[in-house]
């Protein structure tokens, strides 16, 4: 296979599963025949293939801190990193060169459509989109008290550990989720299919996202652009790359408690102004910038360049050999 499946992945509905499964699709067919892609994760390395090493995760993951090694990165022809921050960080924790070894390919959607994306303000639509370790802790209180004061607002959340197949990492969080289920302004679905997600994105207001988790970058933000909702996130990790500075982002901290009284008076008055003529004309623009930068035909023109660049500087199976360990030269001591 082309684009390598592993044994994590294989159950995997996440992000990079479905991002790695659509480029599969989406570029000209054969092009992929003479390549190994391998996402973050490495098993077997196939020596007549030209070898790309699609790195989804941070350079602490011990899947990938190989790469500190020189011997390790040489095995690849290519390293293409998801997102500007991401790359940094290789490079400043684990010494990657600044070269023509590595490139940044940002991580592509499927773009929502000006009609998908049409609002009504009847009531403000809060979502949140991702796993629950990455802030739904923090989320779930302050809703809680946010919808004390605003009756017109309602929380959907679309979070569980199912997405990857990791049915039994659910447990820590069900008292989270049994709150939800038993708030009259919530709607819990756990997992869903991404056209369920999509479908209620595309009619919410407000990405409520108190991230406190390291991330490359967020697929869920990215869509959450693409929707024209107002995103509220901290300006942690690789969202700040993702979301360009456009987005309604707060100074995070390392206290919850603290994080999370800040998160509350951001989100409130995100609440509050988003029905707005002025903002909903500059999420139309966020828009924009997110479709044109994160949109599939970019990235797979940008993956198809790369791909017919490389095959044509690697044409035989002799080119795409591992490099040999050179020989110990003895040397007389004078």
């Not at 699609?54 to 801190?65: A, I, V």
């Not at 550990?161 to 049915?167: E, L, P, Q, R, S």
């Not at 008076?265 to 139309?284: F, P, W």
Request: charged fraction near 25%.
């Amino acid at each position: 296979m082309p684009i390598e499946e592993n044994e994590i992945s294989e159950k995997s509905q996440g992000g990079t599963e479905q991002t790695k499964r659509g480029l599969a699709e989406k570029l000209p067919e054969g092009l992929l025949d003479d390549f190994q892609i391998i996402c973050s994760r490495v098993r077997e390395i196939e020596e007549d293939k030209i070898r790309i090493y699609w790195l989804h995760d941070l350079p602490e993951d011990p899947e990938t801190n190989h790469l500190k090694d020189q011997a390790s990165r040489e095995r690849f022809h290519k390293l293409v990193f998801c997102g500007q921050w991401q790359y940094e960080r290789y490079k400043n924790m684990l010494n990657i060169p600044y070269d023509q070894h590595s490139m940044v390919i940002d991580t592509p959607i499927e773009t929502f459509t000006m009609d998908q994306v049409k609002k009504n303000f009847d009531r403000i639509d809060l979502v949140y989109t991702s796993t629950p370790q990455r802030g739904l802790a923090l989320l779930v209180p302050v809703f809680i008290e946010l919808a004390k004061q605003f009756p017109n607002i309602h929380l959907h959340v679309f979070s569980s550990y199912k997405i990857y197949g990791w049915d039994e990492a659910d447990k820590q969080f069900e008292p989270l989720y049994k709150q939800l289920e038993e708030h009259p302004q919530a709607t819990y679905y756990g997992f869903a299919p991404n056209e369920k997600v999509r479908e209620v994105v595309s009619k919410a207001h407000i990405f409520a996202y108190p991230s406190i988790w390291l991330e490359c970058n967020s697929r869920s933000l990215i869509e959450a652009m693409s929707a024209g909702l107002m995103c509220v996130h901290p300006n942690v990790g690789g969202l700040v790359d993702t979301s360009g500075g456009l987005n309604f982002q707060y100074q995070g901290h390392h206290d919850a408690n603290t994080h999370a009284n800040i998160f509350f008076q951001t989100l409130k008055h995100a609440v509050e102004i988003v029905a707005g003529e002025d903002i909903q004309n500059y999420l139309r623009l966020v828009k924009m910038y997110a479709d044109n930068r994160f949109g599939w035909p970019k990235i797979a023109g940008q993956w198809t360049d790369l791909l017919e660049q490389m095959k044509a500087h690697y044409p035989d199976k002799k080119s795409r050999l591992l490099p040999q360990s050179k020989p110990a030269v003895f040397q007389y001591k004078t």
